[in-house]
């Protein structure tokens, strides 16, 4: 796959011949880190939670049967520390961690002075604070290797998917931590074998640096995330049906409408200005008036005009209406500040 990072193998080890079957299986389709999980967190106890150094041991012995590197999630110092022993390559910490800055912090310390890749998952919450925060503690610990991977967030809406994608929060993490490796998990963000494909191809047109995609030989007898798994078989034919995107245009083509978008944006920002100065002449004259600022009845009503009139030329209704929400929250503000800016120049008795 060119370029691209690939990371796969089973939710969790569940055998040595479960683990050293599929990584050697992996390896033969260019996988380049072979994952598993050893220590589960699981949301009700009783369930199956791993088998912790055991399961390491067998890790092991997969690195050594195939050359390949070898990672797992840990959620606690003494995971790092037992998982250092069995000699793995790379870590990771899982998406209720990542929302738990006291637990990544412990997990910072303890990797203060190691140098070895780190993988970060997204918090379930859409909280880019929150992930942004566990890279930058690991930075801080001295963790140079350290790599972001989006496996999607919990939302309130119904969604087909098991973790919204939500690819703007990535996208803005990559803007603001640019040199840091971001892969796409399309298992935990789909959480069906049918969704795996296209959330990977989409995390590929956006130039994502990898992917993680969880792997078992018989996925329906997995002890853990069996609706999501597919067999390595499966994979090869997946990876056959992606397209990796090149990072640079060697012919400079989108020069031209990179300029024709610059120049959108410019008569944008222009008009809005000019917006944002009408909204203060408004906000003079409902001080005057004695009016309110915030009009409920127009509010509704620019809304539905402005989304009807979007969808008459091929704009989203939905789009529209974010747009719009975010110009008029804009508008009361600049109308409030023109109100209590007079207020204050006039005092009152």
């Known amino acids: 796959m060119n370029h691209l990072t690939l990371i796969a193998g089973p939710c969790s080890a569940e055998s040595e011949q479960q683990v050293v079957q599929t990584a050697q299986a992996l390896k033969n389709l260019g996988c380049s880190i072979f994952r598993a999980g050893v220590w589960k967190p699981r949301t009700q106890p009783g369930h199956f939670e791993g088998f912790g150094e055991q399961a390491l041991a067998w890790l092991r012995l997969a690195k050594q049967e195939t050359n390949m590197k070898v990672a797992t999630e840990v959620a606690l110092p003494q995971h790092v520390e037992q998982a250092l022993r069995y000699g793995i390559d790379v870590l990771w910490i899982g998406a209720r961690t990542t929302a738990n800055p006291f637990a990544v912090q412990q997990i910072a310390d303890a990797l203060e002075g190691v140098d070895i890749p780190v993988m970060v998952k997204n918090p379930i919450s859409p909280d880019l604070a929150l992930w942004l925060g566990a890279l930058e503690r690991l930075q801080k610990a001295g963790v140079k290797q350290v790599m972001a991977i989006h496996r999607g967030f919990s939302v309130s809406e119904h969604s087909p998917y098991r973790n919204e994608p939500l690819w703007h929060l990535p996208i803005e993490l990559r803007r603001l931590q640019t040199d840091i490796p971001l892969i796409c998990d399309p298992s935990h963000m789909g959480g069906k074998p049918m969704f795996i494909q296209s959330l990977a191809q989409q995390a590929l047109d956006l130039d994502y640096d990898g992917l993680m995609i969880e792997c078992h030989p018989n996925p329906v007898a997995a002890l853990s995330d069996a609706e999501q798994q597919i067999t390595p078989t499966e994979l090869g034919q997946l990876l056959q049906a992606l397209t990796v995107r090149e990072k640079n245009d060697p012919m400079n083509g989108l020069e031209q409408l990179r300029r024709e978008i610059d120049q959108c944006d410019q008569q944008l920002i222009e008009a809005l200005a000019q917006r944002m ?47 719009f929400q975010l110009i008029h929250d804009e508008s009361v503000r600049q109308q409030l500040n023109v109100i209590n800016r007079k207020e204050k120049k006039t005092p009152r008795d």
């Open 277 to 323: 100065h009408i909204a203060q002449e408004i906000a003079s004259y409902k001080e005057k008036k004695n009016l309110a600022v915030f009009q409920t009845n127009r509010y509704k009503e620019v809304l539905r005009q402005r989304m009807d009139a979007a969808e008459k030329v091929g704009i989203e209704p939905q789009f529209t209406e974010k747009l």
